[in-house]
């Protein structure tokens, strides 16, 4: 059997997540790939420029008599394989399509040098449609939640009520929204904190997030950790929060989502399309720009410990469809 080259690349968000969680899943099945992981892409600009180039070099070498080649992340390395090595297969998993995609002629590109697309969601999915790929030429593989995600309640895990967010702090993210509704629930209830957990994404965005913090006048109640923390510590985090909260605009699955629920902690959640497959639960799920909307929920799992319990019930029914295991051994028949 031919070996398939599957490229990873060293990253602290959720694809780095992912990627990390299907290598190590594939060790438990039989399979024909061999693993590379390339370096991180860096934050300055030059810095930026360099490891691409370096990148580029390692995976132009690395895949010399590979037939086939999986990446697990959208990204412009496919033009140069199929530039240099025209004859291999080259399979691209997809998480989403950002929006700037389409000001540029980035999409025709990239898209055009894939053999075979993985998209982690129906939505995502959809995304390639849009842009001309065949729907033969795609794949849904949904991700899977980490087994070390499981309800882990402790009493006193800390003296104050919080409402919990995993994520950094770009504008798809919606932190200004977020941040604003924490406001108005926390005149209401000034005992509450909101935790917010994971890097900013960039320099720019951290710098705007604290702005917004200030402007608010929430600077005590908010409770920022942009350090690394590990899967058995955001366990406790997401187990004894009031709910988690996503205000996103734009997601290809959302994995925080899944794995909040899987601790037993109930959501507020963006009416998009990708939260709406995961949760299947419309009374959730809020237009991501609606306060008073969002606000209420928050109160409605302050006030009423019964129905809070009947939501994460309802939630936990519909994510057992997320593993691992079913991902690497449908990823196996994908590439095969």
């Known amino acids: 059997m031919k070996k398939i080259l599957f490229i990873t690349q060293k990253r602290d968000d959720a694809i780095g997540t992912t990627s990390l969680a299907i290598v190590n899943e594939l060790k438990n099945h039989k399979h ?6 390339i370096g991180e892409k860096g934050n300055a600009k030059i810095f930026q420029l360099y490891n691409y180039v370096k990148n580029t070099v390692i995976i132009l070498i690395k895949s010399i008599g590979y037939s086939k080649v999986y990446i697990a992340w959208e990204n412009p390395y496919v033009v140069f394989l199929k530039l240099f090595f025209p004859w291999k297969k080259i399979y691209m998993c997809v998480h989403h399509i950002e929006v700037y995609w389409d000001k540029f002629f980035i999409p025709n590109i990239i898209l055009g040098s894939v053999f075979h697309f993985i998209a982690i969601s129906n939505f995502t ?84 997030f604290n702005k917004k913090v200030k402007e608010l006048e929430i600077e005590k109640s908010v409770i920022i950790n942009r350090d690394f923390i590990s899967p058995n510590e955001l366990r406790k985090w997401y187990s004894n929060a009031l709910c988690y909260i996503s205000l996103s605009t734009l997601e290809g699955f959302g994995l925080t989502i899944p794995e909040a629920i899987a601790c037993g902690c109930p959501i507020i959640a963006s009416n998009i399309k990708p939260f709406e497959e995961i949760c299947q639960e419309s009374e959730v ?32 029914k519909n994510i057992t469809i997320f593993t691992w295991k079913y991902h690497a051994e449908n990823l196996i028949k994908i590439i095969k």
């Not at 024909?32 to 992981?37: G, P, Q, R, T, V």
């Not at 309640?153 to 702090?169: A, C, R």
């Not at 720009?289 to 009947?310: A, C, L, P, S, T």
């Open 32 to 37: 024909n790939f061999d693993f590379l992981e």
């Open 125 to 208: 999915k959809q995304q390639l449609l849009d842009h001309g790929v065949k729907e033969s030429n795609i794949s849904i593989n949904y991700n899977g939640i980490n087994k070390l995600f499981y309800p882990e309640k402790i009493e006193n895990f800390t003296d104050y009520t919080y409402i919990l967010y995993v994520g950094t702090e770009v504008s798809r993210k919606n932190t200004d929204t977020l941040l604003e509704v924490f406001s108005l629930i926390h005149k209401k209830y000034p005992e509450l904190k909101l935790v917010k957990i994971g890097k900013s994404g960039d320099i720019e965005a951290e710098k705007k």
């Open 285 to 316: 799920l809020f237009d991501p720009y609606n306060k008073e909307n969002i606000v209420k929920q928050i109160e409605k799992y302050i006030q009423n410990d019964e129905y809070r319990g009947n939501i994460i019930k309802k939630l936990q």
